[in-house]
């Protein structure tokens, strides 16, 4: 088995790699960087330098790894130091949301059109994204945070679309977005006191999710928004 992470240092991305690492100890398993080289190293884990915003990094990673049976794409945003999620329509800022769409929305685009061909070389492949419940615009009941919800929301659509136009192409693929509940991470800290404590889930928690959700989906399931938990979320 072939494995693409990308966000393999942030603490969902790293999660999954241990996990893999643990019940799949003959994959080999490929992940990505930004700045500075991981710590974390193993024989079958082989790390790339990559700004996966950048449509140059992503093609040039893809000409490196022509045969992957799983892509999970574990970037993203919430917040900066200079800025938090808005509680208003008064506090956007054009920069911000930007910045939002550039790392929530742009990258799985890019990964997916380099990428297409080394998933079709495997019988059964898998294109996961990490989304979040806030960009369902179904259900959208309390406002806010308006630049993180619309660039997850953008990037359900791209997600439905692409999984739309592989059912042809690339028939042997699953492509989900996967909700991975609040992960205690950096993303989240400035958040988690609103969060009852056996609702803020442990990384390694969260990547056992997705990787036991991932054993039981199959072709049939492509273009499904799907919680930690496997039930269906609303688009």
């Known amino acids: 088995m072939n494995v693409l992470v990308l966000g ?14 643990l019940i799949k100890p003959h994959a080999n ?21 990559c700004d996966i915003t950048l449509e140059n990094h ?28 808005e509680k208003s329509i008064q506090q956007f800022d054009t920069n911000f949301f930007q910045a ?15 990428f297409m061909a080394a998933l079709k070389t495997s019988s059964r492949s898998y294109f ?4 979040a419940k806030v960009g369902s615009i179904e259900d959208n009941r309390l406002g806010g945070w ?9 990037l359900n659509m791209a997600i439905k679309t692409i999984s739309i136009e592989w059912r042809t192409k690339l028939p042997h693929c699953c492509v989900i977005a ?25 990384p390694s928690y969260t990547a056992q999710c997705l990787l036991n959700l991932l054993a039981t989906l199959t072709p ?14 609303p688009w």
Request: charged residues 10%; positive net charge; proline residues 6%.
């Open 8 to 21: 393999g240092t942030g603490s969902i991305g790293l999660a999954i790699i241990q996990q893999l690492l």
């Open 29 to 49: 398993i490929h992940a990505t960087f930004f700045h500075h080289q991981p710590q974390y190293q193993h024989s079958h884990l082989h790390w790339h330098q």
């Open 58 to 85: 992503i093609k040039a990673l893809a000409k490196q790894l022509p045969r992957l049976d799983v892509v999970i794409n574990a970037v993203g945003m919430l917040h900066t130091t200079e800025h938090q999620p």
């Open 100 to 114: 939002n769409i550039q790392t929530n929305t742009l990258p799985s685009l890019l990964i997916a059109k380099h």
């Open 128 to 131: 996961v994204t990490i989304s």
């Open 146 to 154: 308006i630049s993180y919800r619309s660039s997850k929301a953008a």
């Open 178 to 202: 996967f909700h991975p509940g609040t992960t205690a991470s950096p993303l989240s800290k400035p958040f988690q006191r609103n969060v009852a404590p056996h609702k803020l889930f442990t």
């Open 220 to 233: 049939q399931d492509t273009g499904k928004f799907l919680s930690y938990d496997g039930n269906a979320l």
